[in-house]
T-cell receptor
């Protein structure tokens, strides 16, 4: 079985400050890792993904994440946030088929002007 | 391309009523899925389909039926709605050249009284 833990349900941060959203996972097999963003009243859209290769993954809107196998983590970072980054962020892990995707409970990022 | 579309956007039902949530995609994707999103629980897979005529259960299938008669459409049926089915429902698809990314619809917000 696999699981995803997003310990922070809400993260307030001032505009132009850096942010890190934490994600830890557990799985007995190799996994693919994803971060999705959900803007208010919208569906989820992919921010970035780790499939293999370089452990530092760059995504859209200036976000990046680092896969750390030893710590089973895939934390999301952005050096300087903008008001438009206010949204909910979901970490997800996939092992095997497309249906074997597990989502975390989400982290609401609130950017304060 | 319209991507993944869902109708209706909002729906209120009384306990025991039935309804169908519609989902369509115009990307010729083989894989489609239905999730429900509840506060503090992330997204949970209800049913999925790997192609026309093929469906299977996800993590929380009870109370829901699906069918896949065409590649484009994947409706979700609630046969006898219960208050526990109050949720936001998302349809998603995967396919084409980008087989690692789920494309989500905008969601249907369902309230069962």
């Amino acid at each position: 079985a696999q699981s995803v833990t997003q310990l922070d349900s809400q993260v307030p941060v001032f505009e132009e400050a850096p942010v890190e959203l934490r994600c830890n996972y557990s799985s007995s097999v190799s996994v693919y890792l994803f971060w999705y963003v959900q803007y208010p009243n919208q569906g989820l859209q992919l921010l970035l993904k780790y499939l293999s290769g370089s452990t530092l993954v760059k995504g859209i809107n200036g976000f990046e994440a680092e896969f750390n196998k030893s710590q089973t983590s895939f934390h999301l970072r952005k050096p300087s946030v903008h008001i438009s980054d206010t949204a909910e962020y979901f970490c997800a892990v996939r092992s095997g088929g497309y249906q074997k995707v597990t989502f975390g409970t989400g982290t609401k990022l609130q950017v304060i002007p | 391309n319209a991507g993944v579309t869902q109708t209706p956007k909002f729906q209120v039902l009384k306990t025991g009523q039935s309804m169908t949530l519609q989902c369509a995609q115009d990307m010729n994707h083989e894989y489609m899925s239905w999730y429900r999103q509840d506060p503090g629980m992330g997204l949970r897979l209800i049913h999925y389909s790997v192609g026309a005529g093929i469906t299977d259960q996800g993590e929380v299938p009870n109370g829901y039926n699906v069918s896949r008669s065409t590649t484009e459409d994947f409706p979700l049926r609630l046969l006898s709605a219960a208050p526990s089915q109050t949720s936001v429902y998302f349809c998603a698809s995967i396919g084409g050249s980008n087989t690692d990314t789920q494309y989500f619809g905008p969601g249907t917000r369902l309230t069962v009284l």
